[in-house]
């Protein structure tokens, strides 16, 4: 069994900050890469940025919220997160975690999803 434990949103004002963050735990021999998604009402899931575990630790954001948010890790708690800055109504959605973990050796890296956090950017 794996768990992905979302925690850190809320309702803020425009301009203001949120710091998100995915724990994963459970059955884990590896973790590949961790990230994080938002789905607004009525639209698509969509990537927001991804960090790479095992290749360099390589970074990637959505052009939306580049130079506003930041992702980053900590390995010894299989933890990730996403500070949020300069946020605007626009970032109004669910967030959700997503990691590619290998449960025991000689499976392949699957991917999972928490359950997501609201965050409400509002005046």
């Known amino acids: 069994q794996v768990q992905l434990v979302e925690s850190g949103g809320g309702l803020v004002q425009p301009g203001g900050t949120l710091r998100l963050s995915c724990a994963a735990s459970?059955?884990?021999?590896?973790?590949?890469?961790m990230g994080w998604y938002r789905q607004a009402p009525g639209k698509e899931r969509e990537l927001v940025a991804t960090?790479?575990?095992?290749?360099?630790?390589?970074?990637s954001y959505a052009d939306p919220v580049k130079g506003r948010f930041t992702i980053f890790r900590d390995n010894a708690k299989s933890t990730v997160y996403l500070q949020m800055n300069s946020l605007k109504p626009e970032d109004t959605a669910v967030y959700y975690c997503?990691?590619?973990?290998?449960?025991?050796?000689?499976?392949?890296?699957?991917?999972?999803w928490g359950q997501g956090t609201q965050v409400t950017v509002s005046s």
């Open positions: 960090i790479n575990i095992i290749s360099g630790g390589r970074i």
């Open positions: 459970g059955s884990i021999i590896d973790i590949n890469a």
């Open positions: 997503n990691a590619a973990i290998m449960r025991y050796y000689g499976d392949s890296f699957r991917n999972y």
